[in-house]
């Protein structure tokens, strides 16, 4: 069984930062395809980043500049450092994880920014 715990989340101020953490826990885990999602109240969820076959980075334009994706891959674990937040990016984020045709999500946490 394949587990994916995020953490990380809170009430930042505008302009500040957050990093959040997903850790992937189960057999044949691997982090070659893995992304973060978000999804604000009365919202679809929208893809933020990811990254696709271990070597290739992609991000939604709203967030290019200031969020980074990166992988600890002997820990199992996939981050997203988020800068210069803005109201706008107030949402639940959540891990996503392909592991051939089977597709993961954690639980998400909650990032709020407010001033």
């Known amino acids: 069984q394949v587990q994916l715990v995020e953490s990380g989340g809170g009430l930042v101020q505008p302009g500040g930062s957050l990093r959040l953490s997903c850790a992937a826990s189960g057999r044949f885990v691997n982090l070659n395809n893995v992304a973060w999602y978000r999804q604000a109240p009365g919202k679809e969820r929208e893809f933020v980043a990811g990254?696709?076959?271990?070597?290739?980075?992609n991000y939604v334009d709203a967030v290019k500049g200031r969020f980074t994706i990166s992988r600890d891959t002997s820990k199992n674990i996939v981050y997203l450092q988020m800068n210069d937040l803005k109201p706008e990016d107030t949402a639940v984020y959540y891990c996503n994880l392909e592991l051939g045709l089977n597709v993961y999500w954690g639980q998400g946490t909650q990032v709020t920014v407010s001033s």
């Open positions: 990254v696709i076959s271990g070597a290739y980075l």
